[in-house]
């Protein structure tokens, strides 16, 4: 038993140490959309969007909002930017950031 326990410590040692020299995973750096892009989405489609995410960013669900911006990443490439920002804050759980960018997406 204590050598199996002596094994384990040492695996978990040396997986913490590999973990250690690779460091930290480097930031993604995600742009703010610009307003030009912005207005390049039709505005029902943007209307949309911000109505569907508002209600998953009310709600709490990373995982709809995420769902959300890759269907309409795929309705219109001018969403792409959008959709990458958004997702970005559902990794950070910024769910104020979130609405706040549904509403400006509606204007």
């Given at each position: 038993?204590?050598?199996?326990?002596?094994e384990l410590k040492h695996a978990l040692q040396t997986a913490i140490n590999a973990v250690r020299i690779l460091g930290p995973e480097p930031a993604k750096k995600t742009t703010k959309p610009s307003a030009a892009a912005l207005e390049e989405?039709?505005?029902q489609l943007a209307k949309e969007a911000a109505d569907q995410?508002?209600?998953?960013?009310?709600m709490g669900d990373v995982t709809r909002i995420k769902t959300i911006a890759e269907e309409f990443r795929s309705k219109s490439e001018a969403f792409a930017p959008i959709a990458d920002r958004?997702?970005?804050?559902t990794e950070?759980?910024?769910?104020?950031?979130?609405?706040?960018?549904?509403?400006?997406?509606n204007k």
């Open positions: 038993m204590n050598l199996a326990l002596g989405i039709p505005a995410i508002r209600a998953a960013a009310e958004i997702i970005q804050m950070d759980f910024d769910f104020d950031g979130i609405l706040k960018f549904a509403n400006n997406l």
